[in-house]
């Protein structure tokens, strides 16, 4: 199972000193969380695209490829790429230069995002957000299966024998995790194709994200990629930590009450009751993270948002070293506890590169099998 956390880059004033870092200050501090992640142990780092103020990480690929010269094992990723209003030429160019850069150790968050006015800021309709992103996932696989495309569709010009470059490295597209916290039109597209499915459950009561999990296990089964169980499943979810969660509770309180996503709404009490948010001590951690598994089974992807709602930079790394030492080895352990023999790791580019490399030596197998009993029929039909 991978461990990981996410970042949606927002700039936000600190509640308990007014000051409100530069948006310099904020993207090398985005870059330093991720080389603390790597360092303490975790395996994932993601970032949101955002276009609008208050968040910085309007281009997730740069600053991917700048943390993927720095590191050596984070798997590099995004929550999420906006499928709706990026080109999905460019989706396919920038993401296929990204895995040469970090040698594979990349993948990607489809999603419509949850801003708005990004629509027509890139000539589109937020009311075609849903077949928006139906179309262009459609384009974007075949750039990255075909050499030469031709497409024509409803919400960009059409391509004829064009060929995007770089090419995926090894012939491997990254693979592909579909966002959504709401919307069932994704959890179905994730299972048509068989990639993985992504529930940001930061904000929902666990019925609602059990709901939405459990469609795409089902639809997953359905469309023939194996059993539900097999099914490829990440989560999200905030944790602020002391050794004291009374100390916890204290220190965060002022920062929740202003965040920018849930601020000025419920108390922080009804929020950790009612969402996976949890603050408190590592061991409350443990335990919250530990009985997601509940309700949505085996999965393979657990990410946390740490560096949010104005929290400085040192107490977000100081957050990662408890994560990193105290949380994150305890919940490898349990989480491997009676996990069947059957449910998948989360993809990588090693294990969808030893996958193509089997689909094709079958492939080639059945090939010679074919033309060995056509030669056997040929023989008996002369004699």
Known sequence: MQFGIFSVGDVTPDPTTGRTPTERERIKAMVA???KAEEVGLDVFATGEHHNPPFVPSSPTTMLGYIAARTE?????????????NDPVKIAEDFAMLQHLADGRVDLMMGRGNTGPVYPWFGQDIRQGINLAVENYALLRRLWREDVVNWEGKFR??????????????????????????????AEQAAFY???FFHNNIFWPADHTKRMVELYRQRFA???????????????GQVFMRRNSQD??????????????????????????????TVGSPQQVIEKTLAFREYAGDYQRQLFLLDHAGLPLKTVLEQLD?????VVPV???????GRPAQVPDAPTHGSLLAAAEKGAGTRNAGTKDAKDAKGVEKKESVA
């Open 331 to 337: 919940l490898r352990a349990e989480f491997a506890k």
């Open 248 to 277: 916890a509770v204290r220190e965060f309180r002022p920062y929740f009450d202003v965040a920018p996503v849930y601020g000025n709404g419920p108390s922080l009490e009804d929020f950790t009751d009612q969402t996976p948010l």
């Open 73 to 85: 094992k984070l798997v590099l990723s995004t929550s999420t790429t906006l499928i709706t209003t």
């Open 33 to 35: 969380i991720a080389l």
């Open 322 to 326: 408890l994560l990193g030492e105290e």
């Open 157 to 186: 010009s059409p391509l004829q024998g064009f060929t995007s470059t770089p090419r995926p490295m090894d012939d491997v597209p990254p693979f592909v995790w579909h966002g959504s916290i709401r919307s069932p039109e994704i």
């Open 222 to 236: 359905h469309y023939g990629h194996g059993t539900p169980e097999q099914a490829i499943v990440g989560l999200g």
């Open 194 to 196: 068989g990639d993985g």
